[in-house]
């Protein structure tokens, strides 16, 4: 039986490859993590957005985060009960800066098999429309593996700036969100963003989760369980924060951002 998901719910996630939206976390923490966010970058004069790959675990809140277990009920009616994260992103578009994020399918470049990956996009502050909320494309799920463009362009989000073209925008449905909720999504739903139109931050964390079967394509890699238990073994454990901000984690992290971003190593795309 599901845990708090009707089986219409599971049904039109299977169809549709999305849900939205769901109560998550208390707004209070959101502002927290937004507090630590900023803190970070006066501190290290970087964005938080810029760490590509694992960023729920260089801030113990974001760790809390990832194991919230309204956010948690809700994934596990998708994929089971032995969860493990992934990987996470914490997505930054400040007020009228211009960024977006291309229409892209995680799965062309996640390098994970099989493709049961779900996305869990926590609103740390509101996502409108007029602020570059998410939207997708209905069912693209089910269809194929799109071919993408790495433009690395300078105000695209994505870590190569991947583009798939030809998409039918006119289709595509938007999940606005208010502060604490989230929303789900496949990880081969085609899926994009446009730019924020308003003065205020638009910022969200994107948490991707596996069930414990789910195997890396490109080698060992690194995962954490946040719930249940692994019986497969196929993920080294990472490492959990220790503090407000785990330097040692955010060395690591960053080093391995670097390496996804830098076109001399193979993407998983190309794997």
């Known amino acids: 039986m599901p845990k708090v998901l009707s089986e219409d719910q599971i ?8 849900l939205s939206p769901y109560d998550g976390i208390d707004p209070t923490a959101a502002a927290a993590m937004c507090a630590d966010l900023a803190a970070f970058e006066q501190s290290e004069g970087m964005c938080a957005g ?41 997505w930054v578009k400040k007020g009228n800066d211009g960024k977006f994020v291309s229409w892209h399918q995680d799965s062309a470049y996640f390098g994970l098999e099989p493709h049961d990956l779900v996305t869990a996009w926590v609103a740390l502050t509101a996502s409108t429309e007029e602020m570059g909320c998410m939207k997708v494309l209905p069912g693209s799920h089910l269809g194929e593996t799109h071919s993408h463009t790495e433009t690395f362009a300078k105000d695209n989000l994505l870590a190569r700036g991947q583009v798939i073209s030809g998409i039918e925008e006119s289709k595509a449905v938007s999940m606005p969100l208010k502060v604490g909720q989230f929303s789900c999504h496949h990880e081969r739903i085609v899926h994009g963003s446009e730019a924020n139109s308003t003065p205020n931050d638009r910022i969200g964390m994107a948490i991707f989760y596996i069930p414990t079967h789910v195997k890396s394509t490109i080698g060992r890699r690194t995962a954490c369980l946040v719930r249940g238990v692994d019986d497969y073994g196929h993920w080294d454990a990472d490492p959990l924060p220790k503090a407000a901000l785990d330097r040692d984690i955010l060395d690591h992290t960053l080093a391995a951002s670097q390496r996804y971003v830098d076109p001399q190593y193979i993407q998983e795309a190309e794997a």
Do not use: W
């Open 11 to 18: 049904d039109f996630f299977r169809e549709t490859g999305f």
């Open 50 to 90: 810029d760490i590509n790959m694992k960023g729920h675990l260089c801030f113990s809140r974001a760790y809390e985060i990832t194991a919230n277990d309204q956010v948690l009920d809700v994934v596990e009616d998708l994929i089971g009960p032995n969860i493990l994260a992934f990987a996470s992103r914490f």
